[in-house]
Structures are given as structure tokens and as C-alpha cells.
């Protein structure tokens, strides 16, 4: 086996024996993204150099004694996560030269732990998009088929996780932006409870409902990367000041006697059968184990997509209202006027689905109609929170499919981006009610592209989608496989 082909889990044991060093675990993944992101292109920024230098010093620091657990793994991370001194564009024209002078908390744990980032890679712009085709320099490729989505709006972490370029990354999730690509792409994705990890450093698209996570190959790897970020962090308002629970610990417990609750509502009309299938084992999986399957209704489910495109857009409209040429980013070269530079910097520097939710956004919380569909929409987010804690007191945790269908064609929906917010219909709702999920790779279509099964807990029982994730994992037990690309 290949160094880049090792698990985080297998790269400490290798790390630890002196078997490995981190300079060769991380110059075979740079070898692995040059030989395969041509087809691949999950990676904007490759940062070679200062990765390697970030390797030597994580050998330097396992010769003096004990060590992190995550010194000297190499990771991506997606393009919208600050790193100081490394380019951050967002995927997009208008952040293309952005250098930022810091490093988001997150970034900032993973290096004081030893961690050597890889570089920056793809997304959809500002996070706005669910197959990274919104990306304003390339469109990252699914490695399992060539030429179908990546998913997103974090296609390029799942797909650089996925195709071998490295063990794991950084993503975001504002609705499913980790679990559907991890979905899409055959990886594990967490989206965690919202306040559980720093949002500080993150360039923000919906305050209320961003969240940063890992994406990782096997869940032991994702409760390792989230012990790795998690915890309170004063530099974010929405930080919650409670004890993380341990994750690693959690993977031996097993299911028996845990409540699992299958909601009506995510499989209804649209979801193909070969999802189904994939989900119906993975329920038998758990059963087998010995948890309890427990049929229960979410009944506002059918209002989560409306919620969500109204919340989301609105808080973008003013989040994005910064990027006007003056302060930095992008600037239109040239205008007789202020408002004619207001105006070219923001037709010229957003790519259009970012124009089409601002002004969705801009329209929602416009004089007149405030009442009707921003707070309207608010007072509905109550509701499915509530549907939620109804539901938690019946199980422990959720099982449903992630995305409706495997991944499709690139540019099969381009003049349909109706039937593109429509398949985030199973992901919106745990952002909207700030509660963790997890996308557990569950099996493939005849096509050979990769299907996940969704696992959504009560807020800040991450420990319990752990539990139900690796017992899902080993239930299941896929037979080794890697992507046909190469």
C-alpha cells in the first residue's frame, strides 16, 4: 500500500513506528495530485512548499517525544476557510487575488496539532450550489465517472478525499454542502451542531446555518479530525462555551438497544430505488446490531426547502453586501461613478447563481414584503426545530438517504437550477434546526457511483452519529474499492 492510500488511523500507526515520515506520507499525496487532479481538478492552491516545510517539522516535533494525534497529516481544505498567506478566493472572480492575513480558528487548531496543509480546493461560489459547477475557475469531476458532479458546494474536498490526494478535508455545510458531496463521492462527511466548531475564519454565505466539518474515508478518521477542531473559541459570537465530547471513544460502544427513527417524509415521491435499496440495508445493517427501527413522521418537511431559500438567501444578500469594490476583492476597472463602480464590480466579479440568490435574498427582506417571507419563514424554522425534538424523544438518532439520486451529469441541470435546490431537500432541515448530521457511504449504482446514508442526532450528540456511523460502517463491510480514474 501506498502511503496516500493510507487512512489518518493507518498514517499515525505507520508515523508513530518510525515506519513513515511525514515528509514521505505528504510528498506521496502531492505526487498522487499531480499525477490525477488534471482529471480530477479538486485543487485550486497547491501549497508544495509550505507543506513540505509543515512535514519537517512535524518529524522534527515526533523525535522530541509525544505528539498530537493529527501531527503530520496531510489535508486540503475547501476554498473558503482562511489560511494566512495562501489565496482564499471562494470560487470566486471576485476574491481571486485574496490573500487573507490570518488563519481561521480551525486552521489555526489543526497547525498548533501539526497538521500540514496540502493547499485550497474547489467549490461552488461563496457555497452557493450543490455540484461545484458554480466554481468560477474549474468544476471539480467525480473521480468514480468521468464527467458527473463532484456534488457541493464542497466537491472539491470530497473529491480530493475520494480520489486518494489525501486522507482527508476541511469542508463546510450550510445545506448539506459536506454530506452530499461526501455522498456523491463515496467518503464519510459530518456536518456538526451548530456552535460546536469555530466559525471564525470561515467567509461567511448564511450565518444561521454555516458550520465547518470533516470529510474523511472511514468514521474513525472523522471523529479523530473532529476531536482535532472542535471546542469553544471566544472569536466567534455563536461558539457554545460546552465540553466537546470525545469522539474516539465513542467507536467501540455500539448501537444495541439505540432507537433509530426512519422519517416517512425522506422517502417519498423522487427518491430513485437504488437509493432506497442502499438506505433499506444500511437500516438492516443497524437492526442486525441490535438498535430498534422506529417509523416516525417529520411533518414539516415539506416546507424545508421554501425555509431555507428564503433564510439563506436573505442572510447572503447581507453578507455579500461587503464585496462592492471599495474595501478589497475584486474592483471594476473602470466607471464614471461610484454607483456605476458599485454596480460593475458586482455584475463583473459574481457569477450568476450568486447574483440569482441576492436578489431572491435582497427581495425577501425589501420594504413591504419582510413580514411575508423572511419572518414567515423564521417562524417556520421554529417549527421544524420543534418536528426535531418531537422526534428525538421517540429515537436517538435518524437514518434517510442524503440526496435523493447518485450523482448526475455535469451540466445535465445547468437550465434547471429548480431541480438542483430541490435535491437538497433531505440536508437543509439539520441546518435549519442546527443539529448534527452524518453521511456514511453506503454502496453503489449500477452505473458504479457511490450512494451514502444519512444519519442525523439531537444537538451535540455527535458521539451517538459515531456510535451508529462505525457500526454502520462494519455492518455493511464494502469490499475495498478505489476509483476507476486511474
Given at each position: 500500500m501506498k502511503p496516500y492510500e493510507l487512512t489518518i488511523a493507518q498514517a499515525r500507526e505507520q508515523l508513530a513506528s518510525g515506519g513513515l515520515t511525514s515528509r514521505e506520507l505528504t510528498q506521496s499525496c502531492l505526487d498522487r495530485v499531480a499525477a490525477v487532479d488534471g482529471k480530477i481538478k479538486a485543487f485550486l492552491t497547491v501549497t508544495s512548499e509550505q507543506a513540505l516545510e509543515q512535514a519537517d517539522e512535524a518529524d522534527r516535533l515526533?523525535?522530541?517525544?509525544?505528539?498530537?494525534?493529527?501531527?503530520?497529516?496531510?489535508?486540503?481544505?475547501?476554498?473558503l476557510i482562511c489560511t494566512k498567506g495562501i489565496t482564499t478566493t471562494c470560487g470566486s472572480r471576485m476574491l481571486e487575488n485574496f490573500v487573507p492575513p490570518y488563519d481561521a480558528t480551525v486552521i489555526q487548531r489543526l497547525k498548533d496539532q501539526g497538521v500540514v496543509i496540502l493547499g485550497k480546493v474547489a467549490m461552488d461560489e461563496f457555497a452557493m450550489g450543490s455540484s461545484s459547477e458554480n466554481c468560477a475557475f474549474q468544476v471539480p469531476e467525480n473521480p468514480w465517472k468521468?464527467?458527473?458532479?463532484?456534488?457541493?458546494?464542497?466537491?472539491?474536498?470530497?473529491?480530493?478525499?475520494?480520489?486518494?490526494?489525501?486522507?482527508?478535508?476541511?469542508?463546510?455545510?450550510?445545506?448539506?454542502?459536506?454530506?452530499?458531496?461526501?455522498?456523491?463521492?463515496?467518503?464519510?462527511?459530518?456536518?456538526?451542531?451548530?456552535?460546536?466548531?469555530?466559525?471564525?475564519?470561515?467567509?461567511?454565505?448564511?450565518?444561521?446555518?454555516?458550520?465547518?466539518?470533516?470529510?474523511?474515508?472511514?468514521?474513525?478518521?472523522?471523529?479523530?479530525?473532529?476531536?482535532?477542531i472542535c471546542g469553544y473559541d471566544p472569536l466567534d459570537s455563536t461558539s457554545v462555551q460546552r465540553p466537546p465530547a470525545p469522539?474516539?471513544?465513542?467507536?467501540?460502544?455500539?448501537?444495541?438497544?439505540?432507537?433509530?427513527?426512519?422519517?416517512?417524509?425522506?422517502?417519498?415521491?423522487?427518491l430513485d430505488p437504488e437509493v432506497q435499496a442502499v438506505v433499506n440495508r444500511?437500516?438492516?445493517?443497524?437492526?442486525?446490531?441490535?438498535?430498534?427501527?422506529?417509523?416516525?413522521?417529520?411533518?414539516?418537511?415539506?416546507?424545508?426547502?421554501?425555509?431555507y431559500y428564503l433564510i439563506a438567501t436573505a442572510e447572503a444578500s447581507s453578507n455579500l453586501a461587503r464585496y462592492d469594490g471599495v474595501g478589497y476583492g475584486f474592483r471594476a476597472p473602470k466607471a464614471d461613478s461610484l454607483l456605476e463602480m458599485y454596480r460593475?464590480?458586482?455584475?463583473?466579479?459574481?457569477?450568476?447563481?450568486?447574483?440569482?440568490?441576492?436578489?431572491?435574498?435582497?427581495?425577501?427582506?425589501s420594504a413591504g414584503y419582510y413580514d411575508a417571507y423572511?419572518?414567515?419563514?423564521?417562524?417556520?424554522?421554529?417549527?421544524?426545530?420543534?418536528?426535531?425534538?418531537?422526534?428525538?424523544?421517540?429515537?436517538d438518532i435518524?437514518?434517510?438517504?442524503?440526496?435523493?439520486?447518485?450523482?448526475?451529469?455535469?451540466?445535465?441541470?445547468?437550465?434547471?437550477?429548480?431541480?438542483?435546490?430541490?435535491?437538497?431537500?433531505?440536508?437543509?432541515?439539520a441546518n435549519?434546526?442546527?443539529?448534527?448530521?452524518?453521511?456514511?457511504?453506503?454502496?453503489?449504482?449500477?452505473?458504479?457511483?457511490?450512494?451514502?446514508?444519512?444519519?442525523?442526532?439531537?444537538?451535540?450528540?455527535?458521539?451517538?452519529?459515531?456510535?451508529?456511523?462505525?457500526?454502520?460502517?462494519?455492518?455493511?463491510?464494502?469490499?475495498?474499492?478505489?476509483?476507476?480514474?486511474?
Open positions: 515526533r523525535t522530541r517525544g509525544a505528539v498530537a494525534p493529527l501531527c503530520g497529516i496531510p489535508l486540503s481544505v475547501k476554498d468521468s464527467g458527473f458532479v463532484s456534488g457541493g458546494s464542497s466537491g472539491g474536498s470530497a473529491a480530493s478525499v475520494a480520489a486518494l490526494e489525501c486522507p482527508a478535508s476541511l469542508g463546510s455545510d450550510t445545506g448539506g454542502s459536506i454530506r452530499q458531496p461526501a455522498s456523491l463521492c463515496g467518503v464519510v462527511g459530518m456536518k456538526p451542531t451548530y456552535g460546536l466548531v469555530s466559525r471564525y475564519g470561515l467567509v461567511a454565505f448564511a450565518s444561521s446555518l454555516d458550520q465547518i466539518g470533516p470529510l474523511t474515508r472511514v468514521v474513525s478518521d472523522c471523529a479523530l479530525l473532529m476531536d482535532g469522539l474516539m471513544a465513542a467507536l467501540t460502544e455500539g448501537v444495541r438497544g439505540m432507537r433509530v427513527g426512519v422519517p416517512k417524509e425522506y422517502f417519498g415521491a423522487g444500511g437500516i438492516e445493517a443497524l437492526k442486525d446490531a441490535g438498535a430498534t427501527i422506529i417509523d416516525i413522521s417529520l411533518p414539516y418537511t415539506d416546507y424545508c426547502v421554501a425555509v460593475e464590480t458586482r455584475s463583473l466579479g459574481f457569477g450568476p447563481e450568486v447574483k440569482r440568490r441576492i436578489l431572491i435574498g435582497t427581495y425577501a427582506l423572511y419572518k414567515k419563514a423564521s417562524q417556520v424554522r421554529t417549527l421544524i426545530l420543534e418536528d426535531f425534538k418531537r422526534a428525538f424523544g421517540l429515537c435518524l437514518i434517510s438517504p442524503v440526496v435523493p439520486t447518485p450523482a448526475w451529469k455535469i451540466g445535465e441541470m445547468a437550465d434547471d437550477p429548480l431541480s438542483v435546490y430541490l435535491s437538497d431537500i433531505l440536508t437543509i432541515s435549519l434546526a442546527g443539529i448534527p448530521g452524518m453521511s456514511v457511504p453506503g454502496g453503489f449504482s449500477r452505473q458504479g457511483l457511490p450512494i451514502g446514508i444519512q444519519l442525523q442526532g439531537p444537538h451535540f450528540r455527535e458521539d451517538v452519529l459515531i456510535r451508529a456511523g462505525y457500526t454502520l460502517e462494519r455492518g455493511l463491510n464494502l469490499p475495498p474499492q478505489r476509483p476507476p480514474m486511474d
